[in-house]
């Protein structure tokens, strides 16, 4: 989702242009020749009033230079620090292990997962989705499917394709764990927590009976201890090589958190030992916790402050000296893979403007060859490192230990082959070991070449390390929760603007959430009991509902427009400034308070800035993401824009989730019966023209899909859509050509099934109800099958989207476009038609994509290849969800997907003969559990289409 997204950033009009020097425009060469004048001062002290201030570094160059740079200036201070970071985890695993580690997980190879809090599958490792995924697919040949328990806090699409979840308060959850622990055999651990009982009892059951094929992941949120116990649980199922193995940490100084060297950088700004502070691609002065912030007080005590970064932020707002970032696309670099292998990234495009890399900035601090550029000094460390061919060698299989036991005080080792331990030197420990001795001239010169062909630097993943679990920190006191209130509160990061980051991005801002489907702000979520309990969001005017029956939105409606209680929320005794609306959310724990960081920007850009609530304002040090407060309504509304407004599906057969432990019968009873003999359309002949030409299809698979929205941006990105702004999307007057709706299933609100999720794009009719209401026949079909849109022809009569059942088609009621940004005009797919006004819009199955492929294979003088034409939103689908491909071929993959019994049509009662259909989604269920409940059928078998089909999800 976020690498389509960074499209737009690169050309976001709003990113710094130029070298700034206390607001003056001001050349490299002058920002360098200053620069090295105080370096000068400083070196003599070894650099010892020299502090870099980064986020967390995973470049193996970068680490390089700064581990270089140590010969010249010795005393000079590297300090890594952001919002989000693996603090717990690292410090979780140097309880458990007595030395940091990093785990890196083998989801494809796990049978059974429990997630504590972990959203893996909206992470950044799109990996993780993709490993999860397969172990989700079912088909003939593979009817075994994995199991996902999640235990946490805020509903997340992680805990919404759990099979079974459970939601606990965020003070819960260490208890919680230690819960668990004990049920899957961790001797010597004792909790407090008696709740849930036979669920955590069923649930270690099944984790236990699946020993070295079970898994057990922690969110970064969660306290060490979590993790530490997540360790303890990992290893006593026999996971450690398996399911998990632990390397190195990527980034360097990992021996400290984070957090701990921002609060030294802190101390030392304080007692005026800072003379010069280099910030790179970080904004501190937003985003440091409020006991700690980086403010305007702190900074006025240094002499000389430098900020690298892609937008004059709040940040460089405050810096003498800020220098444009070159954009990631537009850069060279390197950077590690969650496995440790190396990657050269690598330009797409010459800068836009006058922007530098970090890798430029570090450099000015050398002596020598000071002035060299990105790719120079990368391509000069792999030249030293040494690139080894593919075929050259093998990575070394990760290592398998000997069969573990955990018992209080007790350790259990994991051992590794000898050929398999490294000893890095600490100080270059985070970066890739060697894999050759350095080779120069034409041989490296091939490496290198093959390497930023491939993308990866062969050999270099990371080598496994041999870990000792040891149960000893469960003797030490649990810190005592501090803060007080009614209220317990958690932050998170945004679904879509993560930490603020992306804060200017409109493609992101205006994506739905996953979950609540909100765009353009941030609101706070709350469980429907405590909703009830505190007053907000009950009007229950029937006059003012719109869209839904009673009861069923989450939120007031007032003439198709939604409106949100505003309240005021204390956290750890500090006030948000801004008043926060509430938002109902099925699933979320009673007494709990959600809200997500990222807005209250004032210096993001024209799109991001002064939007939402800022919860960096109250986010302190000692509870970074949960603790205590209160909630005040202040009697007033706010508009809110979400792009969904209805999360029931009132018994229709929409989507489908079926219990595979009863698939017999879930396909018995979900059989449809084809329509067509009822239809006015002349079928054979319309057939006897498919038959002449390509028939394409497209397939959905539900138990794939995680509604990670990527697709959406995907489309967005590729179809030249265009953002239409909170106003207009809370008209629903949003022009995404495809979305992902979001149902609960289940009886009861507080303790929901799902949601579930379904991608709904122009379904490409064979018997479309909206070419037959067209008064100037401009939506009109293919005789590859395909609805077209002829835009010239398009009188905007909207006749169409009226007689549209899957409401798929997008009106532009405005000129959103806009035609006077010259970098849009870069921004934009010259294959796809620009539309400003006027017309209607919808899918095309990427007839751009299509085209290209006839027109390579007509060249070539064969057919087109199944597989040759991918569309925007299947390209990008980390989970293989979506499958797409000519129905002609009975060999090809889509074909075969409609051939699976889990296949169904969307309404098929309206007897549309959609080419695209869905695969029915699959729940796992552990009948042991106790929350489980058997889905009901019919008496008898549904064979004629009055009777009732479909699953459980409603």
Known sequence: MLAQASVLGMFDPDRSKEVVNRGNPKTWQAFSTELRARIEDDRASGGAGIRFLTETITSPTLIDQFNSLKAELPNAKLVQYEPINSDNAMNGARAAFGSAAQPIYKFDKADRILSLDNDFLSGFNVAYTNDFAKGRHFSEEKKEINRLYCVETTITITGAKADHRLAVKPSQMAEAAKAIAKAVGVAGVNSTYTDNAAWIAAMAKDLQSAKGRS???????QPPVVHALAHLMNAALGNVGQTVVYVEPFAPNSERSQLDQYRELIADIDAGKVKMLVIIDGNPMYNTPSDLRLDAARMEKIPFRAHLGLYSDETAEYCHWHVPSKHFLESWGDARAYDGTAGIVQPLISPIYDGHSAYELVQLFFKENFDKKDLDIVKAYWQKTGITPAAASKVAPAAVPTEPTVNAGEKTRATADPAEKASPAPEAKASPAPAAAPTGGTAFEDNWRKAVHDGFIPNTAATAKAVTASAGFLSQPTPAPNGSGDLEIAIRPDPSIYDGRFANNGWLQELPNPLNKVTWTNVGLI???????????QTRDVREQAGASEGTTFFNTKGGNLFSDQ????????????????????????????????????????VGSNIGYNVFNVRRSDALDAGFGSLKALGTTEEVSSTQTHFNMEGRDLLRSWDVNHLEEEIKAGHQHNEIDKSMFPYEEHQATYAKNHKWAMTVDLNSCVGCNACVIACQSENNIPVVGKEQVGRHRMMHWMRIDAYYGGEDLNNPDGPHFQPVLCQQCEQAPCEVVCPVHATAHSAEGLNDMTYNRCVGTRYCSNNCPYKVRRFNFMLYQDWDTPQYKLMRNPEVTIRSRGVMEKCNYCTQRIAAARIASEKDGRAIRDGEVMTACQSVCPTNAITFGDMHDSNSAVAKTKQDHRNYNLLNELN???????LAGLKNFNTEMPDYKAPAFPAKEASTKEEKTGGEAH
């Not at 898994?215 to 949120?221: A, E, K, P, S, T």
């Open 527 to 537: 469980s429907p009991k405590t909703a009830e309990k505190l007053g907000i969001n």
């Open 567 to 606: 309240v005021r929320i204390t956290y750890q005794g500090a006030e948000v400034a801004e008043p926060v609306a509430m938002w109902i959310s099925p699933g979320q724990p009673d007494d709990t308070i959600t809200l997500h960081m990222g807005y209250g920007r004032t210096r993001a850009g024209n």
């Open 215 to 221: 898994l057990v992941v922690v969110g970064d949120n």
């Open 912 to 918: 549309t003969q959609p080419r695209t259909t869905y």
